[in-house]
């Protein structure tokens, strides 16, 4: 029995000083304003200005590996068995709503390369997706041209959903087992005649019945994708030319924002992140991360906005929060226009 506490008392201490040492190696924070680079790790970063208690920490850890040394040689546990917890993490069921496109496609070549990570992709239909995720091409959709990479699927389950049709009990039952959603879904600008009906369909209402179905189902985090300037009515942005030509096409920002006031007020462990416009591109520059409502204008590589959902799923910095986000640029950013894709 003494052993046995003996190894409680080692391991808590272990942890304690391990965690200590984690905290005092970090070297910056998420802002209201925030710069890094494309290849920064992580995306959200903790600070700590206390460097007396990172010395006494390091001293704590010190202490700490040498006790568990000498208990290890006196046979009270074998490092193998006190350190097998650590390592094995339950696995995580991710549903990515809108992953066939371009977006919702590079979340999920993500999330299918993280271990321990269940990947659902939810699509309209499941034979088209099967076939269009393991090809690269070029297509238009709508007023839009769109490059797609091809995708290994392999290890990503295919369900079907559609948020413009299915009942809400539908998508819980699609959502049914899952811990975090990524919500990537969008309207694709069209016939000029039915854009308003589509916007309110899709970013809208269908939008909305997600993020009720996912309450339903017991999903612990949602990670929106939305838009900059969807908030621009309120911080003056409403005659901006980014504001303008974007909410031009279906009144799409306005739609958008009622989604995004309805996952807000829903209860959920949320993320909306708020792109500039959307390159196909690889990033050319370094990822901004600014407050809510205060960016107006600027680009972004679909890739960093996937990178920034991904880590949104498990970062707690990143939690109840906006985040809007663009690549900085020479000479500042240029006019934001939601269709250059």
């Not at 070297?27 to 494309?38: K, V």
């Not at 590079?106 to 990947?119: I, M, Y």
């Not at 238009?140 to 299915?166: H, W």
């Not at 000029?192 to 916007?199: D, F, G, I, S, V």
């Amino acid at each position: 029995m003494k052993s046995a506490a003996f190894t409680i008392l080692l391991l808590s201490l272990a942890k304690e000083a391990l965690a200590f040492s984690s905290i005092s190696s970090s070297s910056s924070s998420l802002r209201s304003t925030t710069t890094t680079t494309a290849s920064s790790s992580p995306l959200f970063a903790t600070v700590n200005n206390d460097d007396d208690n990172s010395l006494s920490r390091r001293d704590l850890f010190t202490q700490t590996i040498s006790l568990t040394a000498a208990a290890t040689t006196l046979g009270l546990f074998s490092p193998l068995t006190a350190t097998a917890d650590d390592t094995t993490k339950p696995a995580s069921t991710v549903v990515v709503a809108g992953a066939t496109g371009q977006t919702g496609r590079r979340v999920l070549e993500r999330l299918a390369s993280q271990p321990n990570t269940s990947v659902i992709a939810a699509v309209r239909n499941t034979d088209k997706a099967s076939k269009s995720l393991s090809e690269s091409s070029t297509v238009v959709r709508g007023a839009m041209i769109q490059k797609v990479p091809s995708l290994d699927a392999a290890g990503i389950e295919l369900r079907k959903l559609d948020v413009a049709s299915d009942t809400t009990d539908s998508i819980t039952s699609v959502l049914a087992g899952a811990d975090s959603l990524v919500i990537a879904v969008g309207f694709v600008p069209g016939n000029p005649l039915k854009m308003n009906a589509a916007a309110h369909e899709v970013d809208n209402v269908g939008t909305c019945k997600l993020i009720d179905a996912a309450k339903a189902a017991g999903v612990k985090k949602v990670v929106l994708v939305s838009s900059i300037l969807t908030n621009g009515r309120a911080w003056g942005q409403e005659k901006s030319p980014g504001f303008q030509i974007t909410n031009a096409f279906g009144n799409v920002l306005d739609e958008k924002l009622v989604a995004e006031n309805y996952l807000k007020g829903s209860g959920l462990d949320y993320t909306i992140v708020r792109p500039g416009g959307l390159k196909a591109k690889p990033p050319s520059g370094g990822l901004v991360i600014s407050g809510e409502d205060t960016l107006n204008s600027g680009e972004i590589s679909r890739d960093l906005v996937a990178d920034v959902c991904v880590a949104s799923l498990t970062d707690g910095k990143a939690s109840m929060k906006v985040l809007e986000i663009i690549e900085s640029e020479e000479g500042g950013p240029k006019v934001f226009n939601g269709l250059n894709m």
